[in-house]
């Protein structure tokens, strides 16, 4: 039976401090850590993408003639503005149910104060 010659840290350790797991202030520092590094894994990812979709949208564009590039622009704000009228239609409809949802709620409240007063009033 061989030992392990490295001593392993022990699980219920938070490493950036040495705080036990076994406390809240250990677990909440744990939490904390281990979210900001997936945020930054999540950061680099996206900012790798960007960078190569940057890169080959450039190359595209910079290969074309004049009328070829404003048609391939046509067709890009074409696409943006479809886009931007869904989303403007979410964002009415969404509207429209908050207000319903508003109203029906204020109605019930003044029915609430209503009858409340009626109560007092017959006391």
Known sequence: MERDPAPRACPLTAPEDGVSLYSARGVLSLIQSTTRRAYQQVLEVLDDNQRRLGLSTLEAA?????????????????????????????????????????????????????????????R
């Open 62 to 122: 910079m290969e074309g003639t004049p009328e070829e590039m404003a048609v391939v622009d046509a067709a890009t704000l074409r696409r943006q503005i479809i886009k931007l009228n869904r989303r403007l239609q979410l964002l009415e409809e969404e509207n429209k149910e908050r207000t319903k949802r508003e109203m029906i709620m204020y109605s019930i409240t003044v029915a609430f104060w209503l009858v409340n007063s009626w109560i007092w009033f017959r």
